[in-house]
């Protein structure tokens, strides 16, 4: 049967909190994703695995009808090191604290259309509907928490990169000859007029 493709693709980890049945008091979620929901989010950040991974989020609604988001990410991820690509373990140990305010509108540039990022540090999210994906703010915050370049201790990048050609003798480099340098001995030589 084909899937519907006009919805938003499901998250890995999906854990949905309905926002009109959740109450004044809030809720809170343990999410400790099954190992097949681990190496689903290990392949779409491009990990090498994910073996430790769990959440603890609450969810609270404010004076204004904002509701704010707040968690910690605990787990381990293996990724290749960026000069090796032999696997680097990273233990992740975060919080994090989101702020959606329903029926709010994106900053739009006029001329572009394209969305405008507020730089205020709390500024909240545009949330629209009832429905709430507590698993893919989770996802979203372990791929910010993941090292973007991670290297295997003690790796340079000298080691990685090709060693220099030594010429006849022993300790001296090799000349390198100019890539134009046939060029410029075809400029040098003296023009026969015919």
């Given amino acids: 049967m084909p899937q519907v493709t006009d919805k938003k693709e499901k998250s890995e980890i999906e854990r949905l909190v309905d926002l009109e049945r959740m109450g004044n008091a809030g809720t809170a979620l343990e999410i400790a994703p099954s190992d097949s929901e681990r190496a689903a989010l290990a392949k779409r950040f491009g990990f090498l695995g994910l073996p430790i991974f769990?959440?603890?989020?609450?969810?609270?609604?404010r004076i204004g009808g904002q509701i704010v988001v707040e968690g910690r990410l605990r787990g381990r991820i293996v990724q290749a090191c960026v000069l090796t690509l032999d696997p680097?373990?990273?233990?992740?140990?975060?919080?994090?604290?989101?702020?959606f305010k329903p029926d709010m509108t994106d900053d739009r540039d006029p001329e572009s259309g394209e969305a405008v990022l507020n730089s205020q540090a709390d500024a909240?999210?545009?949330?629209?509907?009832n429905m709430l994906d507590i698993g893919e703010i989770v996802a979203e915050q372990l791929s910010l928490a993941a090292d973007p370049y991670p290297r295997r201790p003690g790796a340079k990048l000298e080691d990685v990169l090709p060693k220099p050609r030594h010429g006849g003798r022993k300790g001296q480099p090799e000349q390198r000859r100019h890539p134009f340098a046939g060029l410029a001995a075809?400029?040098?030589k003296p023009r026969r007029d015919r």
């Fill in 54 to 61: 769990t959440a603890r989020v609450t969810v609270d609604r």
């Fill in 88 to 99: 680097v373990t990273q233990d992740v140990d975060e919080t994090f604290r989101i702020v």
């Fill in 124 to 129: 909240p999210e545009p949330l629209s509907g």
């Fill in 186 to 188: 075809l400029r040098d």
